[in-house]
T-cell receptor, first 116, second 113 residues
């Protein structure tokens, strides 16, 4: 079974600084997707960024980028120029690319605090 | 993207009663899911809602406790039956689009007294 591990329950960053959230996963599949979701206090789950395993290029979305290390099964999220609105719980998630069991598997989350 | 609405947004219920949560999405989607998020925890998949047929439940979840309907491609309901305080959670509807992206509704915060 696939597992997703987020080893940092809490992180903090100064406003305008950069922070990196860690995520590792375990799978024997070669075709899969990885995601970062953000859940602010409003509890709305927001898709931040996604990465297809077959792509070597790291995904970027404005201030958000990932460092995808397929051999190491690592998928970290970098937030640049942190803003107060980035404060939230961040979840890393994995999904197989094919087959019937294509549900999202979530990590335990990292609570990010942004300090003014 | 997909815009998802859920009703109710929150509710406080008595032990032994049932609550039905509705999920509506603004476009046809390939798959719909129901998740539970217990306080301070990550998300756990309850079931995949299948259009016109019985939902596919994950281990630990059963149809008698969490009956699910999906009459069309844009609407689904989840019922939490015979509730106990342990059912107090946030329940989230989620959809997968034709572009393989997955989005979540705003959630329903349920408190069982």
């Amino acid at each position: 079974a696939q597992t997703v591990t987020q080893s940092q329950p809490e992180m903090s960053v100064q406003e305008a600084e950069t922070v990196t959230l860690s995520c590792t996963y375990d799978t024997s599949e070669s075709d899969y997707y990885l995601f970062w979701y953000k859940q602010p206090p409003s509890r709305q789950m927001i898709l931040v960024i996604r990465q297809e395993a077959y792509k070597q290029q790291n995904a970027t979305e404005n201030r958000f980028s990932v460092n995808f290390q397929k051999a190491a099964k690592s998928f970290s999220l970098k937030i640049s120029d942190s803003q107060l609105g980035d404060a939230a719980m961040y979840f890393c998630a994995y999904r197989r690319g094919s087959g019937s069991a294509r549900q999202l598997t979530f990590g335990s989350g990292t609570q990010l605090t942004v300090l003014p | 993207s997909a815009v998802i609405s859920q009703k109710p947004s929150r509710d406080i219920c008595q032990r032994g009663t049932s609550l039905t949560i509705q999920c509506q999405v603004d476009s046809q989607v390939t798959m719909m899911f129901w998740y539970r998020q217990q306080p301070g925890q990550s998300l756990t998949l309850i079931a995949t809602a299948n259009q016109g047929s019985e939902a596919t439940y994950e281990s630990g979840f059963v149809i008698d406790k969490f009956p699910i309907s999906r009459p069309n491609l844009t609407f689904s309901t989840l019922t939490v039956s015979n509730m106990s305080p342990e059912d107090s959670s946030i329940y989230l509807c989620s959809v997968r689009t034709h572009y393989n992206e997955q989005f979540f509704g705003p959630g329903t915060r349920l408190t069982v007294l």
